[in-house]
Structures are given as structure tokens and as C-alpha cells.
């Protein structure tokens, strides 16, 4: 039934300039019984980045020839989705079949086309789960200026953020002089955690539990600076690197929680010898391998299996902090009342410590009782 959804991808024509084709990851795609499927959406809302909905196919040019051999996941490419009479035959189309995969235990990677595509990805995680943990990666939030904002690639996260199902929402690489204060003061809140570009710069480790702790993670690739990715209509001379952005999907990939992938906004009509395109190839690839590569960790594993470690304040107004720790690879959990209940979330090595010197930790004082 899924082929119904897609049109084929057999005319891309592909250079194996790295080694013969039988070392590539064209060569391992698998027509059934996969664990994650390729989609390409050939969609572009307004005029927001013209050009943006050829990326599939220049995306799948770059992605065909790097290096297969994963071990523990085996991939196919649905081709790219068929365009309905409307967007809103698309966007219901996508969250159909995305809805299809994961009910599948498939994780969708999706191949862009637009940024608001997020929101249908996040209408078809609801069929899974009903609290859902969203991270972004962009320069900027796509939030409306006003009620009156049509909905658009940069005008959507609204949607998202105040829906019931949306449990957190993180916003990686943002930058402030694209933010206006007045949406940033909108969005505070406990539900939503951002990080500016510069954080990142000075310590990317602190995204792992981050990255550890989505279900679904959006990309969009204007976060990547002009010099590492000029397909772009507006590129932006700051932001991330290339090598950044990259490590950023390697995280996402090791999480055993996350379901959904997207990569979004690479636009082939502004991309200088085709630097964007297989940029965001080593982004998918390096996702990939981070899947094939997963622990085993929690939510995968119970949580009590783990060395527990316990934080105790002297103060009778101070309640002692429970975390949990893999030694084989030095993860850490933290357990938090909430509202909703009591929540694993997890956290750095640097929270337990800031614990242990007697200190509220910050994901504690942004979790608790919230």
C-alpha cells in the first residue's frame, strides 16, 4: 500500500567517485523487511526559499555513493512522494504515511522540501505517543508575528509547541539577532529550552541529552553557515559548521528514543557545486550511522537495570535527586517530579556533580513540578 504513496527514483543518475558502487550505500537498500525508509517531499511553501523542492533528488546524488556496511539497520527509499492536487493533500499524505511507518517500528527520513513538513511529521508521531519531545535546529523560531500570520515554512512552530501532545520543545543553534525578543519572551516557558549558536560553539556535548531524549528531530539547514552551505536563498555568513551540524544528527541517531528525522530547506538553485546537497548527505549519513550504532539504552532498557546514584541535601526543604548512570558509556539520567508524575530525563555528568556539590541543577529547577 506505501507504494501508492511515492513515485520512483531509478532515473537519478549517480557518480561513484569515492570507490565502485558495491561499497556504497546505494548498494545495500533493501526492498522489505527495513527499519528506516527514505521519503523525499517535493513541497515548498510561498516564496519563503524558491528552488527548495528539487533538494531530494540532488540529496539522493550526494547520499547514494557514501559508504554502506551498516550492521543493524537496513534501509529503503519509498522514492518521493506524490504531489497532491494541493499542499494540504501533501501534508496529509506525509503524516499518513509517516503514521504507516512508525506504527511499523520504521523511523521516516524525511528529504525536504519545506520546514513546515515538521508539522505533519509531528501529526503523525501523535498516532505513537501521546507526549511528544520536539527538537528544532534552526537559525531562527518559525513562530507567527502576529494571529493574523498565514501558516508557512516560517510561521508553524506555534502550532507545535501549544499542542497537547507536545510534552517539550527544544531549539537548537538559534541565533539573536533573528529572534525578536517579544516572540522569545512568548515561548519562556518550562516546555521550551533553547540554545544560541554560541553555547553550542563552546560545548556541543552539552546537546547529547538533548538529542538523546527526542522523539522527533527537524533540521533546517539554514542553521549551517554560507561558507559550509551556500544552497540557500537567504544563507547567513554566521552559524553552524559543517562538522557541527553533522555531529549534532550523530547524537540524534545514538538516541534510542528518537523515531523521526527531517532535513529541510537545502535549495539546489543556490548551491555552489552542489556543497549544500552532500553536505546534508553526510547530515543523513551520519544520522544513519549513529542508528546503526544505538546502545540499547533507556526508554529501550528499564531504567532500574542502571547504577543508581542519589544526590542528598541537608535541608528538610530540599528533596534528595535520584540519577542513573550506564557505566559502559558514561550516560546519566535524572529523575524529576513533575506535574504529569515522575519523568526520566536525560542529563550530563556535569548535573550529578552539580548535585553532589550541593547545587540545584538546571534541568532540575526546568523540569520540576512544571
Same mark, same amino acid.
Given at each position: 500500500m506505501l507504494d501508492l504513496y511515492f513515485d520512483k527514483c531509478e532515473d537519478i543518475?549517480?557518480? $561513484?567517485i569515492y570507490f565502485p558502487r558495491q561499497f556504497s550505500m546505494a548498494n545495500d537498500l533493501v526492498e522489505d523487511n527495513f527499519d528506516v525508509a527514505l521519503i523525499g517531499v517535493k513541497s515548498e511553501m510561498n516564496d519563503a526559499n524558491p528552488g527548495s523542492a528539487t533538494a531530494p533528488d540532488a540529496i539522493r546524488r550526494q547520499l547514494y555513493p557514501l559508504r554502506g556496511g551498516f550492521g543493524n539497520i537496513r534501509i529503503k527509499d519509498l522514492g518521493n512522494l506524490k504531489k497532491g492536487k494541493c499542499l494540504a493533500d501533501t501534508y496529509a499524505a506525509?503524516?499518513?504515511?509517516?503514521? !504507516?511507518?512508525? @506504527?511499523?517500528?520504521?523511523? *521516516?527520513?524525511?528529504? %525536504? %522540501?519545506? #520546514? !513546515?513538513?515538521?508539522?505533519?511529521?509531528? !501529526?503523525a508521531m501523535k498516532g505513537k505517543l501521546h507526549e511528544i519531545r520536539t527538537t528544532i535546529v534552526d537559525r531562527k523560531m518559525? +513562530?507567527?508575528? @502576529? *494571529? @493574523?500570520?498565514?501558516?508557512? =515554512?516560517? =510561521?508553524?512552530?506555534?502550532?507545535?509547541?501549544?499542542? /497537547?501532545?507536545? &510534552?517539550?520543545?527544544?531549539?537548537?543553534? $538559534?541565533q539573536g539577532y533573528y529572534c525578536p525578543k517579544s516572540i522569545l519572551n512568548e515561548v519562556q516557558g518550562p516546555r521550551c529550552q533553547m540554545v544560541r549558536v554560541?553555547?553550542?560553539?563552546?560545548?556541543? =556535548?552539552?546537546? &547529547? *541529552?538533548?538529542?538523546?531524549?527526542?522523539?522527533l528531530l /527537524?533540521?533546517?539547514?539554514?542553521?549551517?553557515? #554560507?561558507?559550509?552551505?551556500? %544552497?540557500?536563498?537567504?544563507?547567513?555568513?554566521? %552559524?553552524l559548521t559543517g562538522e557541527e551540524i553533522c555531529q549534532l544528527a550523530h547524537y540524534a541517531g545514538l538516541s534510542d528514543r528518537i523515531s523521526l528525522f527531517g532535513l529541510f530547506e537545502a535549495n539546489p538553485a543556490f548551491d555552489d557545486s552542489d556543497?549544500? =546537497?552532500?553536505?546534508a548527505a553526510q547530515v543523513i549519513w551520519h544520522f544513519l550511522e549513529g542508528l546503526d550504532n544505538r546502545y540499547g539504552? +533507556?526508554?529501550?532498557?528499564?531504567?532500574? /537495570? +542502571?547504577?543508581?546514584?542519589?544526590?542528598?541535601? *541537608?535541608?528538610?526543604?530540599?528533596k534528595n535527586i535520584h540519577f542513573y548512570h550506564n557505566r559502559l558509556n558514561n550516560r546519566w539520567w535524572i529523575k524529576i517530579p513533575t506535574k504529569a508524575g515522575e519523568r526520566i530525563y536525560a542529563c550530563l555528568p556535569s548535573d550529578y556533580q552539580t548535585a553532589c556539590d550541593g547545587d540545584i541543577p538546571d534541568i532540575w529547577m526546568? #523540569? $520540576?513540578?512544571?
Open positions: 543518475l549517480v557518480d $561513484y506525509l503524516r499518513d504515511v509517516a503514521n !504507516e511507518l512508525l @506504527s511499523m517500528n520504521v523511523i *521516516p527520513v524525511i528529504i %525536504g %522540501g519545506s #520546514h !513546515e513538513l515538521t508539522l505533519p511529521l509531528f !501529526e518559525d +513562530y507567527p508575528f @502576529s *494571529p @493574523s500570520d498565514v501558516f508557512d =515554512a516560517n =510561521a508553524f512552530i506555534d502550532r507545535l509547541m501549544n499542542d /497537547s501532545c507536545s &510534552e517539550d520543545f527544544k531549539l537548537l543553534a $538559534y554560541g553555547e553550542l560553539f563552546r560545548n556541543i =556535548a552539552s546537546t &547529547e *541529552p538533548i538529542l538523546r531524549d527526542t522523539d /527537524s533540521i533546517d539547514m539554514s542553521a549551517v553557515r #554560507h561558507a559550509d552551505s551556500p %544552497g540557500f536563498a537567504y544563507a547567513i555568513p554566521n %552559524g556543497q549544500t =546537497a552532500s553536505l539504552d +533507556y526508554p529501550k532498557r528499564e531504567i532500574s /537495570s +542502571y547504577e543508581e546514584r542519589v544526590a542528598i541535601f *541537608p535541608s528538610e526543604n530540599e526546568r #523540569h $520540576y513540578m512544571n
